[in-house]
């Protein structure tokens, strides 16, 4: 008979793959790592290890975080974390480690266009909110401007004066340096592709009211606000497919005719906390666009990481756990180690990083695998209809060989064994009752010599250890011992003139 499917050992089996095929895939070199976009491990055109190179090349040295920001709570060399094109979402856990991080003085580079980094910035705007009046801002053009929050857009930054072939690539050609910002040497244009654009929070007085905009004015005339920012031939376009196929134009309804801005860095290093830099568009940091001679992107990112590098550790943790597969290469991230690399680790991150739930672990880790480790289940119940459908078979002998089937030799044994004291109390009227000892002796009794009576005993007595389920039995003991019944039973059950 067919073995039945066991769902717990089918999980324990797929659990045992995933935790080793980031070790195959790895030493084997059959993992593909160069599938996710703006990972420092891809060397294609949208990944970033050139960045990493040249960063490593100043002195810097990168930490990859593959599970997620909790781990941001066992750091004690602050230094600044890259949070370059994430994808997928943060838990509120990877929140509070963000907010934690900063507040103890550890940096932060946010870069992102259309993913997930609106998730943490609503965290970032309510920590920065008490110290904002405390920073200087005048050197961003908002001097007095009571900004409340920043945000990235999520619409694409289209600019018909300054681009790269198309105007969704647009040219950054306007920059603002002053004391306590990021320098600007050597930098005199970056390239930029399909980027977005940073929306602020400020407080609207003549409505009273707090609103979301995409650019600062003062009495009517816009202002430049950040570091970075497009042309006034610029406008945010709501239908990014479109554009994206090349069919764009400004609407009546869409934001235009003022400078946006790419980039916002927030000083909060003089007030005791990290620096935060704000970006949208983390293409800025990809090998194609780094790469290009005539653009300053490789400059720019250097004098971005030495101003967010406040506490000279010259150390970043490259965010990788929130990366996805690029466009055309999801088929391929199944043989990706950091898949499953993140996938376990973020679980062992999540249940590890509170003080009071640590030294639990493990014993939820062994409450787990006791509920799903392949255990001997009992045996389906044998219905009297499924005999009856084979006359030639006995219900005794159909009930054996379910239990032989499904393992239980301790059920079978019993069954053996019960029948064995029937036959003796047939016999000689000994009662069903009779334990090994007393079997051994009405043996002997009747059965002078027949028998080695000290192994008989030893034997009799493992079958009532191994019926009362004191001793665990292995086939190979089950065989013996059904052997060692079948020929009581074959003695008994002779006729008594041949003795």
């Not at 990972?39 to 294609?44: D, F, P």
């Not at 079948?486 to 003695?491: A, R, T, V």
Request: hydrophobic share 40%.
């Amino acid at each position: 008979m067919a073995r039945k499917f066991d769902r717990n050992a089918f999980m324990l089996s797929i659990l045992f793959i995933i935790f080793c095929l980031p070790i195959v895939l790895s030493v084997t070199r059959l993992g593909i790592e160069e599938t996710r976009q703006f990972s420092i491990y891809n060397t294609n055109w949208d990944g970033t290890s050139i960045l990493k190179e040249n960063l490593e090349s100043e002195g810097y040295e990168f930490q990859p975080i593959v599970s997620t920001l909790n781990t941001l709570t066992r750091i004690d060399n602050l230094g600044v974390l890259a949070l370059v094109g994430p994808t997928i979402f943060f838990d509120p856990t990877e929140t509070a480690a963000l907010a934690y991080f900063i507040m103890r003085g550890g940096s932060v580079l946010i870069a992102d266009d259309f993913g997930s980094a609106n998730d943490i910035l609503g965290l970032i705007n309510v920590i920065i909110a008490p110290f904002l009046e405390n920073i200087d801002l005048s050197g961003l053009g908002i001097g007095g401007v009571p900004l409340q929050g920043v945000k990235i857009n999520k619409s694409l930054l289209m600019d018909y004066e300054s681009y790269h072939q198309t105007p969704a690539m647009p040219v950054i050609k306007n920059f603002i340096s002053a004391p306590g910002l990021p320098s600007i040497a050597g930098v005199t244009q970056v390239v930029t592709s399909y980027p977005s654009a940073v929306s602020f929070l400020a407080y609207d007085a003549e409505r009273g009211t707090t609103r979301w905009i995409p650019s600062f004015s003062i009495a009517g005339q816009p202002i430049p606000s950040g570091i970075a920012y497009s042309t006034p031939v610029s406008w945010l376009e709501k239908d990014i497919e479109k554009a994206r196929n090349g069919e764009f134009q400004p609407d009546e309804d869409e934001w235009r005719g003022v400078s946006f801005s790419l980039m916002v860095p927030l000083p909060l290093g003089a007030v005791g906390l990290g620096n935060i830099l704000i970006c949208a568009d983390p293409s800025i940091f990809i090998n194609e666009l780094m790469s290009m001679s005539q653009y300053d992107n490789a400059q720019y990112a250097s004098n971005l990481f030495n101003w967010l590098d406040i506490n000279g550790s010259r150390t970043i943790f490259y965010d990788e756990g929130h990366l996805s597969p690029s466009k055309g290469r999801a088929a391929l991230s199944v043989l990706d180690p950091f898949s499953y690399v993140s996938m376990y680790l973020r679980y062992i991150n999540s249940f590890t990083m509170f003080p009071l739930l640590a030294p639990f672990f493990p014993i939820i880790a062994l409450i787990f695998l006791r509920r799903n480790y392949p255990k001997s289940r009992g045996a389906s119940p044998l219905l009297m209809t499924k005999i009856k459908q084979k006359r030639s078979r006995s219900f005794f002998a159909a009930k054996m060989s379910w239990y032989v089937n499904y393992e239980q030799y301790d059920k079978a044994l019993n069954v053996l064994y019960k029948r064995l004291k029937r036959r003796l109390d047939k016999k000689f009227n000994s009662g069903l009752d009779i334990n090994f000892t007393q079997i051994v002796d009405l043996l002997e009794e009747q059965y002078p010599g027949k028998f080695n009576y000290n192994l008989l005993l030893k034997s009799l007595k493992s079958i009532e250890l191994f019926t009362e389920k004191k001793k665990k039995i292995t086939e190979e003991d089950f065989l013996a011992l059904v052997l060692e019944m079948k020929n009581i039973e074959e003695i008994i059950t002779k006729p008594r003139s041949r003795y």
